[in-house]
């Protein structure tokens, strides 16, 4: 399975770790992978800054690199505050590229969990359910 990561662009010196770590674990939305089947790294990029201005081509060069999905980094959804866009992002490339996008990468860090649980910042984001996984393993991605 061939994927690419498209990171939030207020994290852009992000290194990936968190999101590879996931990958290699097969843990947050990487869970949705069988552990015996191989998954390659085609692209990792920014969404460009708000409103997304690489949006529109990024997942282009992902697609032609192999790309069968695309996974919108978890920083989307911890932020402060949580991208606005991100249903958009999921909506547009699915039309435009015809690749499934998958809300998020590594699980949810605990530290971010409880401020946005309390702030409410997820009520409508059911694409969250394998980001959230157990306490324990949210607290090993602080």
């Known amino acids: 399975m061939k994927i690419g990561i498209i990171i939030c662009d207020r994290y852009r010196t992000c290194g990936g770790g968190k999101c590879l770590r ?3 674990e097969r843990s947050g939305a990487f869970s949705r992978y069988e552990a015996s089947e191989p998954l390659e790294l085609v692209g990792y990029s920014t969404c460009g800054g ?3 201005g690489n949006i529109e081509y990024v997942p282009e060069e992902m697609v032609k690199n192999g790309a069968q ?3 919108l ?3 989307f959804v911890v932020g402060y505050p949580p991208c606005p866009y ?5 909506e547009f490339i699915e039309e435009r590229y ?6 998020g990468t590594h699980p949810i860090p605990q530290k971010y969990f409880l401020v946005h649980r309390n702030l409410e910042s997820w009520v409508d984001m059911k694409e969250l359910q394998d980001l959230l ?9 602080d």
């Open 22 to 24: 996931a990958m290699r």
């Open 50 to 52: 708000c409103p997304g």
């Open 69 to 71: 999905a695309i996974h």
């Open 73 to 75: 980094a978890t920083g």
């Open 86 to 90: 991100i249903k958009y992002f999921k």
């Open 98 to 103: 015809h690749v499934p996008v998958i809300v």
């Open 133 to 141: 996984v157990t306490e324990e393993i949210r607290k090993s991605y």
